[in-house]
């Protein structure tokens, strides 16, 4: 089945720096890439995807890139602010037989005023 | 608009015990799932349904058993609760891929504790 790991676990930022979390995949049937943020006490709320067919995606100050042949795929948030603060999870999904989410393990992230 | 909606929010179990935990969704979306979150293993797929009637083991699926007997329920048992099940569990919702969206919509969760 699908692997899923991400890195790093923790991350400590300065207000304003950007923040970057890698995973990687190892089934190369994955066609599907969201993020999901989590604030405590919370459930999981996506962010942002990305499908196998598109390289890169933006959507205000994050964007997801994706690298097919080397089975992996990061987050980048720039100008990072304290609401920022949360735990990010990155996941993966080659859309057969319900869709089935593989999650990494998930990355903490502090914001530092 | 409640989106995905878990019942109890917190329990606590003694070992031995058994429970249920609700999950119902008004977005009248085919799949539905159940998660456990565990620190620092993400979140790992328990059982999870394709429709009305059907369910299909996840990552994780020993000592819980499921049921879909409506489209917006999906129950989650647990017979004879165990320590090792002390967990977060997420019940989440998403359309299929040929559908036009796989997003998938997670409940606020559920706290379990099993003493």
């Known amino acids: 089945g699908e692997n899923v790991e991400q890195h790093p676990s923790t991350l400590s930022v300065q207000e304003g720096d950007s923040a970057v979390i890698k995973c990687t995949y190892s089934?190369?049937?994955?066609?599907?890439f969201p993020w999901y943020k989590q604030e405590l006490g919370k459930g999981p709320q996506l962010i942002i995807d990305i499908r196998s067919n598109v390289g890169e995606k933006k959507d205000q100050r994050i964007a997801v890139t994706l690298n097919k042949t080397a089975k992996h795929f990061s987050l980048h948030i720039t100008e990072t602010q304290p609401e920022d603060s949360a735990v990010y999870f990155c996941a993966a999904s080659s859309g057969a037989a319900g869709n089935k989410l593989t999650f990494g393990g998930g990355t903490r992230v502090l914001v530092k005023p | 608009n409640a989106g995905v909606t878990q019942t109890p929010k917190f329990r606590v179990l003694k070992t031995g015990q058994s429970m249920t935990l609700l999950c119902a969704q008004d977005m009248n979306h085919e799949y539905m799932y159940w998660y456990r979150q565990d620190p620092g293993m993400g979140l790992r797929l328990i059982h999870y349904?394709?429709?009305?009637?059907?369910?299909a083991k996840g990552e994780v699926p020993d000592g819980y058993n499921v049921s879909r007997l409506k489209k917006q329920n999906f129950l989650l048992g647990l017979e004879s609760a165990a320590p090792s099940q002390t967990s977060v569990y997420f019940c989440a919702s998403s359309k299929p891929q040929g559908a036009g969206g796989t997003e998938a919509f997670f409940g606020q969760g559920t706290r379990l504790t099993v003493v």
């Open positions: 089934d190369s049937a994955s066609n599907y």
């Open positions: 349904s394709v429709g009305e009637g059907t369910t």
